[in-house]
């Protein structure tokens, strides 16, 4: 069963930096794909950047496209999401999940696994 601890959370101002972790367990031999996930009050949960299971792919969307880096330390079971230029809209509670593969792409559709607790990212104006 594979289980995931975010950290890394807190409130920064525009333009700030944040670096988020992700530890990934209970996935034997096999690293999954990872992607990270974002939920603002009241929205819906949204995809932000993936990355495939070898790490040489990586995927993110528009909005955090240049400002966000994700990488990962087999060694450490763990993914990063660098956060660069944080805007307010950037708020939000961040989640990582295992996701699925697509022709060579890493995609944003969570395996069946349990979603982490979540850190929580503020950005004030």
């Known amino acids: 069963q594979l289980q995931f601890v975010e950290s890394g959370g807190n409130t920064v101002e525009t333009g700030g930096s944040l670096r988020l972790s992700c530890v990934v367990s209970?996935?034997?031999?096999?690293?999954?794909?990872i992607g990270w996930f974002r939920q603002a009050p009241g929205k819906a949960r949204e995809g932000v950047s993936c990355i495939k299971s070898s790490g040489s792919g990586t995927h993110y969307v528009g909005p955090v496209k240049g400002r966000f880096t994700i990488s990962k330390d087999n060694a450490k079971n763990t993914v990063y999401l660098q956060m660069n230029e944080l805007k307010p809209e950037d708020t939000g509670v961040y989640y990582c999940?295992?996701?699925?593969?697509?022709?060579?792409?890493?995609?944003?559709?969570?395996?069946?696994?349990?979603w982490g607790q979540g850190t929580q990212v503020t950005v004030s104006s």
């Open positions: 209970g996935h034997g031999l096999n690293f999954p794909p």
């Open positions: 999940a295992a996701v699925t593969e697509s022709h060579g792409l890493c995609t944003y559709y969570p395996q069946k696994s349990a």
